[in-house]
């Protein structure tokens, strides 16, 4: 496979590397990916390498489902932040270092919205647990990356994109993008988050507009759920040349 990009590396982040002032790539054949011989050019379809960003409850994650179900490698920090902190773990270990057992649950698991009610809210925390776990997420993101295949779509499901400057890491930044009223009324109704911790969050996060400013493609999701297909289907349709597969989701 091509493991030109990963080499050429230098800052690793929370699920993205930062590189050195390279161009990003297009997947449209915009030229900023590092030249292929030309047996590459005639066996390999390139891998596209997208960020998928977006504030907490954008709809990130109905995003990647729906790009998942098309075909594509999906690699979730979110998920990956759950794996490095399991019983056992050397992420889990360092945790009870920094903030004591009492992130700890009865049965020895991190106790989630313990430590999230500690960190939202106090900036110094915050950065505490994001340089603990950061790296974590970034090493085992780059493993799944590897393993992905040169022919994979792969969709890198980034909440944190613009807050760690990664948008020069991907061939393509897409940014699921909702106003923060309908954020907030999605995490208190649909996730039964008090609106003073969803609005901590939410205040962590870099702002709306902060996003949009790095984003290449912006994904509509302010409206009706309904009115993802078609974007989604526009968005495929531009990383691979293919038309998006019908899928149940759609
Ligand atoms: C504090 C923790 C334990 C709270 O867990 P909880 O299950 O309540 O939330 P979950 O992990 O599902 O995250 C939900 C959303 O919160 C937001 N969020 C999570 N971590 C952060 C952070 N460090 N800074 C800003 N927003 C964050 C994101 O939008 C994320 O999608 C957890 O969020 C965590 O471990 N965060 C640090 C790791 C991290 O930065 N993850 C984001 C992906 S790199
Ligand atoms: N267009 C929409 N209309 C109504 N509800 C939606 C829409 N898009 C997503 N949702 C719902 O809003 C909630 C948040 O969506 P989702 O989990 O995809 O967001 P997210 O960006 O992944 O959030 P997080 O940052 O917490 O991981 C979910 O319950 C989801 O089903």
Redesign the pocket.
């Known amino acids: 496979m091509d493991t030109t990009l990963y080499a050429r590396t230098t800052t690793l982040r929370c699920l993205g590397r930062a590189f050195g002032g390279e161009p990003r790539a297009g997947p449209g054949g915009e030229a900023a990916r590092p030249a292929r011989t030309a047996r590459q050019a005639t066996t390999l379809t390139p891998m596209v390498n997208v960020g998928l960003t977006?504030?907490?409850?954008?709809?990130?994650?109905?995003?990647?489902?729906r790009l998942a179900a098309y075909g594509a490698v999906v690699v979730d920090a979110?998920k990956i932040a759950r794996e490095v902190v399991e019983p056992g773990t050397p992420g889990l270990a360092a945790l009870v270092e920094e903030f004591g057992t009492e992130v700890l649950a009865a049965d020895g698991t991190l106790d989630r919205p313990k430590l999230g009610t500690v960190v939202f809210g106090d900036k110094d925390k915050l950065a505490r647990l994001n340089a603990i776990l950061h790296p974590l997420i970034g090493a085992r993101a780059d493993a799944l990356r590897a393993a992905a295949g040169p022919e994979a779509v792969l969709v890198n499901?980034v909440?944190l994109l613009a807050e760690n400057r990664l948008e020069k890491a991907y061939d393509l930044v897409v940014v699921?993008d909702?106003s923060p009223e309908t954020q907030l009324d999605?995490?208190v109704r649909?996730?039964g988050m008090a609106e003073a911790d969803a609005r901590a969050r939410m205040a962590a996060q870099a702002t709306r507009a902060d996003r949009l400013a790095i984003a290449d493609v912006v994904v509509d999701?302010?409206?009706?759920?309904d009115?993802?297909a078609p974007q989604l289907e526009a968005l495929w349709l531009r990383l691979t040349g293919k038309p998006a597969p019908e899928t149940p989701a759609d």
């Open positions: 977006g504030g907490i409850g954008s709809g990130k994650s109905e995003v990647s489902r979110d499901d909440p699921v909702a999605r995490l649909f996730r999701n302010d409206g009706p759920i009115d993802l």
